[in-house]
């Protein structure tokens, strides 16, 4: 039971381009969502969130994006450069639960190329 | 900047023993998790730690599995009879109110053999 998506399990992105990785959810009580880069033999780093108050967070060259009505979240990197070819997971969590629990997507492997 | 730490960074072990995984949490974080990684597939949720005490578990974390919080800074998940299906990445985070903050360590590789 897949409640987070990522369905493009890579993307290769020329530098200094955009980079979109996409991620669908089906659990309507999710209300907080974030991303993750993730580099082999590391644990995932945080990089952004969101509240489902909000359709738009930016913070530097990464902007989320959050569409509601189509349960559905986009990370936009611009301009994307070579250090940021990793795995980026989207995670999503229900924050009226009692304990945060992150339900996290399969990831997409990004290779920004120079 | 605050981190989760976690020791050892990787452990190899025979299967039947025991393990002992070590964290310590964000000195000011009220949340504790673990989740764990088998290779190849998705970051999974393990178990949940409030108030002293389990707040949510996943199916795959059975009675072979138990966590603890001995000394009000580490944070330890021992699986007592480890199973081949054991080997994994074995990720420890912890969050502030609300869960701002959520930050994972850099991980154990448990290797079960």
């Known amino acids: 039971d897949q409640q987070v998506k990522q369905n493009s399990p890579s993307l290769s992105v020329q530098e200094g381009r955009i980079s979109i990785l996409n991620c669908d959810y089906t659990?309507?009580?999710?209300?907080?969502f974030l991303w993750y880069k993730k580099y082999p033999a590391e644990g995932p780093t945080f990089l952004i969130s969101?509240?489902?108050?909000?359709d738009k967070n930016e913070d530097g060259r990464f902007t989320v994006f959050l569409n509601k009505s189509a349960k559905h979240l986009s990370l936009h990197i611009v301009p994307s450069q070579p250090g940021d070819s990793a795995v980026y997971f989207c995670?999503?969590?229900?924050?009226?639960?009692?304990?945060?629990?992150?339900?996290f997507g399969k990831g997409t492997l990004l290779t920004v190329n120079p | 900047e605050p981190e989760v730490t976690q020791t050892p960074s990787h452990q190899v072990t025979q299967m039947g023993q025991e393990v002992i995984l070590r964290c310590v949490p964000i000195?000011?974080?009220?949340?504790f998790y673990w989740y764990r990684q088998i290779l190849g597939q998705k970051v999974e949720f393990l178990v949940s730690?409030?108030?002293?005490?389990?707040?949510?578990k996943s199916e795959i974390f059975d009675d072979q599995f138990s966590v603890e919080r001995p000394d009000g800074s580490n944070f330890t998940l021992k699986i007592r009879s480890t199973k081949l299906e054991d080997s994994a990445m074995y990720f420890c985070?912890?969050?502030?109110?609300?869960?701002?903050?959520?930050?994972f360590g850099s991980g154990t590789r448990l290797t079960v053999v």
């Open positions: 985070a912890s969050s502030s109110d609300r869960g701002h903050g959520y930050t």
């Open positions: 659990n309507s009580m999710f209300d907080y």
């Open positions: 969101i509240s489902s108050i909000k």
């Open positions: 995670a999503a969590c229900d924050s009226g639960g009692s304990n945060y629990k992150l339900t």
């Open positions: 000195s000011n974080h009220l949340y």
């Open positions: 730690f409030y108030n002293n005490e389990i707040s949510e």
